[in-house]
């Protein structure tokens, strides 16, 4: 069992990793549950430090690149909201030299910086 449970989880973090890299993250819940189950297991059996630092590794790596992940939807999110700015209203400069903000009703203008 300790050597199918092993690879199971090997299995389990490899799925995960392309889900992650492919965008697939409507995938993540599920392997995150079987995942949760595998270790939980883990943690009841003897294994050898050098497997625990391949699986720790394996973990460490899915973990950095979902971060990485977050980071880069977060950013995009954020450009997102930019555009739509832009589209929905105008930066202009008052006769006084502050900022102002002009509501853009008609879509048909033009912006050039």
Do not use: C
Not at 28 to 42: G, H, N, R, T, V
Not at 77 to 102: C, F, M, P, T, W
């Amino acid at each position: 069992m300790g050597a199918d449970l092993i690879a199971d989880i090997h299995s389990i973090l490899d799925d995960e990793k392309l889900a992650i890299l492919h965008a697939r993250f409507i995938a993540l819940p599920p392997l995150e549950e079987a995942k949760i189950s595998l270790l939980a297991e883990l943690s009841q059996a003897k294994h050898s430090n050098a497997t625990l630092a391949i699986l720790k590794a394996k973990l460490d790596e899915n973990q950095e690149l979902l971060a990485s992940a977050i980071t880069g939807v977060t950013a995009a999110r954020r450009r997102i909201d930019a555009l739509q700015n832009v589209r929905q209203s105008l930066s202009i400069y008052d006769q006084s030299g502050k900022l102002a903000v002009v509501p853009n009703n008609y879509r048909d203008v033009e912006k050039k910086v």
